[in-house]
């Protein structure tokens, strides 16, 4: 089971959509997928169709990680309605914010990755959608995660954004976890036309060189619609959705190659 962290150290850069669009592509492919949401907004369970009323969620899961907990907590995406599939969901909760304290204890840092080792033989790849912060959450889901990739939009902050991301995963592998590694950076909501966004991407690659990853994805409306509508993005009709769903393709394969997960677990199949 491979464990993916998706996170910003900056709340609006479109982290959440980035969770939803590799979950999709996941899901068209056939990888047996959870997702969990740490984020205390709960936008993914929302946009996976998930009801979040008189269900146990990951603040249980946080409280007390035993496996009945957590299985618990775990509900299939509605997107499985429609569609055939292994897509669930560690269903997110405000009351996820009473555990993002500034200063966690170790024991409070394994949690998530004590409550994953329950159903790691359930999933070939888990996805987690971070807190906006560095604080508890964002550094519990790290300490669970073999990578994390870094979402980021190409603005005057997105280099210090990216710096101070990629210093605190160093500092959780140096710390805590050696197996810890980022995948890299995803700009967000590029407008291919501004030279304002390719001078900061320009600036992104010369400070971060080959951890800015492609494609880099560009603003499209069609994204939040999918959204919106709870529904995987590979499934929305249209040209737009189509361009998002190949780069969110592409993204996943590079994570399932890093991870040699499913198809790539095999190294003669990976050198290929």
């Not at 902050?157 to 605190?168: N, T």
């Not at 393709?249 to 991870?259: A, P």
């Amino acid at each position: 089971m491979h464990v993916l962290s998706v996170s910003s150290l900056k709340g609006g850069v479109g982290k959440t959509t980035v969770s939803l669009g590799l979950a999709s592509a996941a899901f068209a492919k056939g990888v047996r997928t959870l997702v969990v949401d740490l984020d205390p907004q709960s936008d993914v369970s929302t946009g996976m169709d998930i009801d979040l009323t008189g269900r146990l969620n990951v603040a249980d899961v946080l409280a007390s990680p035993k496996e009945k907990t957590v299985r618990q907590a775990i509900s299939p995406s509605g997107w499985t309605k429609t569609h055939p599939g292994t897509i669930d969901v560690l269903i997110g909760s405000p009351s996820a914010i009473n555990f993002d304290g500034p200063h966690p204890s170790i024991r409070d840092i394994w949690k998530l990755e004590e409550a994953l080792a329950h159903v790691e033989d359930d999933y070939d790849l888990v996805l987690i959608d971070c807190a906006p912060s560095l604080n508890a959450l964002t550094r519990t889901a790290w300490a669970a995660s073999d990578r994390v990739v870094v979402v980021t939009e190409p603005g005057l902050f997105s280099v210090a954004a990216a710096d101070r991301a990629l210093r605190a995963i160093e500092e959780i592998r140096r710390g805590l976890s050696p197996r810890l590694q980022p995948l890299g950076i995803v700009v967000n909501r590029v407008r291919s036309q501004s030279l304002e966004h390719q001078f900061r991407i320009k600036e992104l690659r010369d400070m971060f060189g080959p951890l800015v990853l492609s494609p880099q994805l560009p603003e499209r409306t069609s994204l939040q619609q999918a959204q919106g509508a709870a529904k995987p993005l590979h499934i929305w009709p249209g040209d737009s959705a189509q361009e998002m769903a190949n780069n969110f393709d592409l993204l996943l394969d590079r994570v399932l190659r890093t991870g040699r997960v499913g198809e790539y677990a095999d190294p003669a199949k990976a050198a290929r």
